[in-house]
């Protein structure tokens, strides 16, 4: 019987990761990795084929830390993909909304949900993952402890929902990006509208960021992102995140980049993919 190829994700079985590669990689089977080096390690090493990383949400803005874990993972960007995420308020069987005191989950799943830990007066307490609130309500009963995960979660773990869909925002959506260790990914087909992804850190020059990032506007390179974040903890050795429409090999995105080069003293592509179709729906 031929093994199924495997994807990591960060977090614990029934997080909303897993619920990700579920849902666009269904004939994977997903692990789950306690941090996102393990996960990237887990590709690296072989042991996965890929891994699918969060890295923005709608309501609650970027996943912290991986922006920076990026170049240094050894992973390509092969692809995007979007979730709309729906959280639920789960308790043990039997348990009573009336009866809840606290609610416990991961900082980003308490940060969507206010409105509803609010009006229902409970006390948020933040841990490392949705589905690991769930494990442990499951594991250790409290009809005043409640926790916010799946759908997914709630089934896994055999706890009750007690209010389906307590996302503050309807339009909450999580990105996620594919990743491989292949360093040299197939290159997306000539008919897809694609996404460039790289870093840069600029030259110590006067007006180096807006001179490196002159040739994107001149050339008509629709940059879609753009996000700093520190190197090694050094105030003065800032990267920067980029996404751009198109592919490096056109010809308006090769001459941005050329500019580029001339005031920056690092640039790497981290993966040239399809746009998600998702990103049609306005």
Do not use: W
């Not at 619920?19 to 941090?35: D, K, N, Q, R």
């Not at 900082?107 to 229902?120: D, E, F, N, P, T």
């Not at 773990?157 to 594919?178: M, W």
């Amino acid at each position: 019987m031929t093994s199924l190829p495997k994807i990591a994700f960060q977090g614990e079985l029934g997080a909303n990761s897993h619920e990700a590669c579920s849902l666009h990689f269904p004939g994977y089977e997903a692990v789950p990795c306690p941090t996102f080096d393990e996960a990237f390690e887990a590709v690296r090493s072989g042991a996965c084929a890929l891994a699918m990383i969060p890295v923005e949400n709608s309501v609650a803005g970027r996943v912290a830390d991986v922006h920076h874990l990026l170049p240094s993972s050894g992973l390509k960007i092969i692809g995007e993909r979007f979730m709309p995420i729906h959280h639920q308020l789960l308790a043990n069987r039997g348990v009573s909304l009336e009866q809840v005191r606290e609610v416990s989950s991961h900082v980003m799943a308490l940060a969507q949900c206010r409105k509803v830990i609010r009006s229902h007066g409970l006390t948020a307490h933040i841990v490392g993952d949705t589905a690991g609130a769930a494990r442990f309500l499951a594991a250790n009963p409290d009809p005043t402890q409640a926790a916010i995960a799946s759908r997914m979660a709630a089934e896994l773990y055999g706890l009750d929902i007690l209010q389906q869909d307590i996302e503050d925002a309807a339009h909450n959506t999580t990105r996620f990006l594919v990743m491989t260790a292949d360093p040299a990914p197939p290159a997306p087909k000539s008919t897809e509208r694609c996404v460039t992804s790289f870093v840069f850190r600029v030259r110590n020059l006067p007006a180096a960021l807006y001179k490196a990032l002159g040739g994107f506007a001149t050339n008509g390179v629709n940059m879609s992102k753009l996000e700093s974040y520190m190197e090694d903890g050094a105030f003065t050795a800032t990267m920067f995140y980029a996404e751009v429409d198109g592919r490096p090999e056109d010809a308006a995105m090769g001459l941005a980049f050329e500019e580029l080069g001339f005031f920056t003293d690092r640039f790497e592509v981290l993966g040239v993919y399809p746009a998600d179709p998702f990103r049609d729906r306005g």
